[in-house]
Nanobody
Framework: QVRLVESGGGFVQAGGSLRLACKAS????????MAWHRQAPGKDREFVGN????????LYTDSVKDRFTISRNVASNTIWLQMNNLNVEDTAVYYC?????????WGQGTQVTVSS
């Protein structure tokens, strides 16, 4: 079993920044990639970005490119999501996801609220 714990959510004014963290524990070996998704009220969960474990290549959805950055620490099985220039449309519950040899796993999510 793999456990993912997100942290770092909160309230921020538009134009501000937040940094989310997600740490994997348990049978978190053979990781292919880790990702961030988000779900705004009344909307489907959407992909934000991911990072490949080997090599660290990243991919982002268009709406967050040049504002959000994903990084990782392989030794601690941790990823971060640095979010800059936040706007109200970024308000959502942010979920961490891990895909690896033992399957795909979701964290419980952390709330990000951006006020105008």
């Amino acid at each position: 079993q793999v456990r993912l714990v997100e942290s770092g959510g909160g309230f921020v004014q538009a134009g501000g920044s937040l940094r989310l963290a997600c740490k994997a524990s348990g049978r978190a070996f053979g990781i292919h990639a880790m990702a961030w998704h988000r779900q705004a009220p009344g909307k489907d969960r959407e992909f934000v970005g991911n990072i490949r474990w080997a090599g660290g290549a990243t991919l982002y959805t268009d709406s967050v490119k040049d504002r959000f950055t994903i990084s990782r620490n392989v030794a601690s099985n941790t990823i971060w999501l640095q979010m800059n220039n936040l706007n109200v449309e970024d308000t959502a519950v942010y979920y961490c996801r891990l895909d690896g040899l033992t399957g795909g796993y979701w964290g419980q999510g952390t709330q990000v609220t951006v006020s105008s």
